[in-house]
């Protein structure tokens, strides 16, 4: 599956817009305060986030061939964070608009 934060692809044609897909992930933390004091903690929970954005994409390109999308165009990334019941929450959205497309020839 091809995707691009651009809205178009370059050397193919874009055949038809088909809808908009998105996939979404989230991950709850303890705190985010012991994570700054603790570098190890810190790399541990900059790799969770890694994953949560990884898991989101992967989400978005599963619905997209669920609908014959051949490729994703103007991909998005939108984090947020917010805390509940004393621990953070990170949440990532990845959306674009899956479409059909065919390879220029020449």
Known sequence: MLSTTTDYLPGYEITEV???????????FATIL?????????????DDVLEIERVAYEDMVKHAEEIGADAIIGVM????SFEYDNALKY?????????KIKKIEG
């Not at 994570?35 to 541990?44: G, H, M, Q």
């Not at 990334?77 to 947020?80: I, M, Q, V």
């Not at 949440?91 to 479409?99: E, F, K, L, N």
């Open 77 to 80: 990334l939108s984090p947020s």
């Open 18 to 28: 088909i809808d908009i897909v998105r996939g979404f992930s989230m991950m709850g």
């Open 34 to 46: 012991s994570s700054f004091t603790d570098p190890s903690r810190l790399k541990n929970m900059c």
């Open 91 to 99: 949440q990532a959205t990845v959306y674009g608009t899956a479409v």
